[in-house]
């Protein structure tokens, strides 16, 4: 099992530019959730989509945060424009269903100068 | 209050140590508790699921306590590689993560 694949590992750019983070889960799993990591505050919830369909997107800190799932082995997170403190490490993570445990991808580090 | 508050440490124990921490959290209808571990720069990976009764992997147990909502872990005869950040984690109609309790085994 290849496990959830996460790109880019790393992403540098400059503030106001458009950012893409990619995530493809676990075959069969029907779960998918995206986090973001500082120091500062922790692991944080942004969304979750259960069977493709956004569940919960109470984390999204403001409209230049998206995220789509277009089918079960694909789901995008869309930053624009992006912003300094927008630097964190983003996890994507899926689970067979809401609620079971959590696989992680190696996440994406990423540097908004 | 948070959902899942955790004691952060660091816990600084020589090898062979034991060690134990606990998590509490807010919700008492929360159905299912996880323990993971994430190292520097990593992602978080399973460690245990955590169930009514208390379960044992190895050198790790953790425990539940529903009346006084916290759960707990314990690492015996802790080795070097056991140092990292140990993230309680609950289930309510969300996964919650707590903000990690540091370890570091020292040799």
């Known amino acids: 099992d290849a496990g959830v694949i996460q790109s880019p590992r790393h992403e540098v750019t400059e503030m106001g530019q458009e950012v893409t983070l990619r995530c493809k889960p676990i075959s069969g799993h029907n779960s998918l959730f995206w986090y973001r990591q500082t120091m500062m505050r922790g692991l944080e919830l942004l969304i979750y989509?259960?069977?493709?369909?956004?569940?919960?997107d109470s984390g999204m800190p403001e409209d230049r945060f998206s995220a789509k799932m277009p089918n079960a082995s694909f789901s995008t997170l869309k930053i624009q424009p992006s912003e300094p403190r927008d630097s964190a490490v983003y996890f994507c993570?899926?689970?067979?269903?809401?609620?079971?445990?959590?696989?992680f991808g190696s996440g994406t580090q990423l540097s908004v100068l | 209050r948070k959902e899942v508050e955790q004691d952060p440490g660091p816990f600084n124990v020589p090898e062979g140590a034991t060690v134990a921490f606990n998590c509490t959290y807010s919700?008492?209808?929360?159905?299912?508790f996880f323990w993971y571990r994430q190292d520097c720069r990593k992602e978080p990976k399973l460690l245990m699921s955590?169930?009514?009764s208390g379960n044992e992997d190895g050198r790790f147990t953790a425990q539940l306590n529903r009346a006084s909502q916290y759960i707990s872990l314990l690492i015996r005869d802790s080795k070097l590689s056991d140092s990292a950040t140990y993230l309680c984690v609950v289930n309510d109609y969300k996964l919650s993560f707590g903000a990690g309790t540091t370890v570091t085994v020292r040799a």
């Open positions: 989509f259960n069977n493709n369909v956004p569940i919960d």
């Open positions: 919700n008492s209808a929360s159905q299912s």
């Open positions: 993570a899926s689970s067979l269903t809401q609620g079971e445990k959590l696989f």
């Open positions: 955590v169930y009514s």
